[in-house]
């Protein structure tokens, strides 16, 4: 794994405001996988569509990797490792395949909030994969939880408040969100869902 300097980064930065409230043009990217990767690339090396710079909130854990070519063709190691740096730590590193789209969407919200900020955000996960046995001990968690399905991740983006990642999620393609206190539920499970 590689981890990245935001010591060096001198480009310019776009209002936060203007990434939030992008046009329709930003968000069609989003379906547009490999038009996406060559598209959506900030100035601060190792930041694109193509790559996520993950913390592990509660650990001392990061991981910066690519997952897709810049052709937008997937990287099965680069899934892999994520998907691992996904896994439910707390349920002795209970592992499983994560959908790529989630990927897609969050290093699509992460670039877009490095343009806006003109700095490396970091993405700090409180909580990726749950095993179904976890997610039952969680007070509120929903049954089905995306979480359970490996589709799903609670974050917080460095230097954004929940609402507005919730916002960015909105226009890099997720299917639910949710806003709290500390965190933003982001997953690509069914459309739609807000909270």
């Known amino acids: 794994m590689a981890f990245i300097s935001t010591d060096t980064y001198q480009g310019p930065a776009l209002s ?3 990434l939030l409230l ?3 043009a930003l968000a069609a990217t989003a379906a547009l996988p490999a038009q996406a990767f060559q598209l959506q ?17 509660g650990r001392d854990e990061q991981a910066h990797v690519r997952f897709r070519t ?13 998907s691992w740096t996904w896994r439910d730590w ?5 592992f499983t395949w994560i959908d790529y789209r989630l990927f897609d969407c969050l290093a699509l919200m992460q670039t877009r909030a490095t343009i806006a900020s003109g700095r490396a955000v970091c993405l700090h996960l409180t909580s990726g994969y749950r095993t179904r046995e976890r997610n039952a001990t969680i007070p509120a968690a929903a049954k089905n939880s995306q979480h359970c399905e490996g589709r799903a991740g609670d974050l ?5 408040r929940p609402s507005e990642t919730a916002r960015l999620a ?3 393609g997720a299917a639910g969100i949710g806003v709290y206190r500390n965190f933003t539920h982001v997953d690509v499970g069914g459309e739609g869902r807000r909270w």
């Open 16 to 18: 936060r405001r203007a």
């Open 22 to 24: 992008g046009g329709g």
């Open 41 to 57: 690339r900030s100035q601060v090396p190792g930041i694109d569509a193509g790559t996520l710079w993950v913390r592990l909130a």
């Open 70 to 82: 810049p052709d937008g063709r997937l990287i099965d190691r680069g899934v892999q490792e994520l």
């Open 90 to 94: 707390r349920d002795h590193d209970a």
């Open 156 to 160: 917080w983006l460095d230097g954004f």
């Open 170 to 172: 909105q226009t890099c």
